[in-house]
């Protein structure tokens, strides 16, 4: 089973922040949390990793919790192109069921 | 380019046969993956392999089967005895170790009647 919980749908307005949260309580020291996303019948595409600090790249930013338990992909300006299932792993070759994101006009 | 080439990309088969899916890359990866995807599902392993010779079951094996005779290859045979096998199929690649960012293939689509 997957080491994540994700929420099964969201859906976020076109312009507008995506929060997007990841629970993984039994993440360990040195294990990295992963987001990737996958558009519809397209391969998953790697979006951004962390381990215990925020990062940001030119796609998203990630937010990590203290105790690492869990974290948040933020999208900054959420566009229809945005709108994908969204997974979260931890250092780990196992997919669940990720989230779905709808980006509304 | 370097990345993970699936072939093929759409694949019909009569029920009974068996279909062999490719897969290769050229980014120098030691770990391989096999995904099965249903629809509106999320992606299910079935075999990964870690070095060359050597591979392992994941979560859904049954029915599968995989060779890792090269570094940039690894074939996936779905076989008559897997029971439902009309899906979509991904492959992917990644260096092993600590930090491990998964490149996946565009995928194939088999369909079997």
């Known amino acids: 089973d997957a080491k994540t919980t994700q929420p099964p749908s969201m859906d976020c307005a076109e312009g507008r922040a995506a929060n997007l949260p990841c629970n993984h309580s039994t993440i360990s020291g040195n294990e990295y949390v992963y987001w990737y996303r996958q558009i519809h019948s397209q391969g998953p595409q790697y979006i951004i990793h962390?381990?215990?600090n925020n990062e940001t790249n030119e796609m998203a930013s990630l937010i990590i919790t203290e105790d690492r338990k869990s974290s948040t992909l933020i999208l900054p300006h959420a566009t229809l192109r945005d709108t994908a299932v969204y997974y979260c792993i931890v250092n780990d070759m196992r997919f669940g069921a990720g989230t779905r994101l709808t980006v509304k006009p | 380019d370097g990345g993970i080439t699936q072939s093929p990309k759409y694949l019909f088969r009569k029920e009974g046969q068996n279909v062999t899916l490719s897969c290769e890359q050229n980014?120098?990866?030691?770990?391989m993956y096999w995904y099965r995807q249903d629809p509106g599902q999320g992606l299910r392993l079935i075999y990964y392999s870690q070095i060359v010779n050597d591979f392992q079951k994941g979560d859904i094996a049954e029915g599968y089967s995989v060779s890792r005779e090269k570094k940039e290859s690894f074939p996936l045979t779905v076989t008559s005895a897997q029971k439902n096998p009309t899906a979509f199929y991904l492959c992917?690649?990644?260096?092993?170790?600590?930090?491990?960012?998964?490149?996946f293939g565009e995928g194939s689509w088999l369909t079997v009647v």
């Open positions: 992917a690649s990644s260096p092993l170790g600590v930090r491990n960012t998964i490149y």
């Open positions: 962390g381990l215990k």
């Open positions: 980014l120098n990866h030691d770990a």
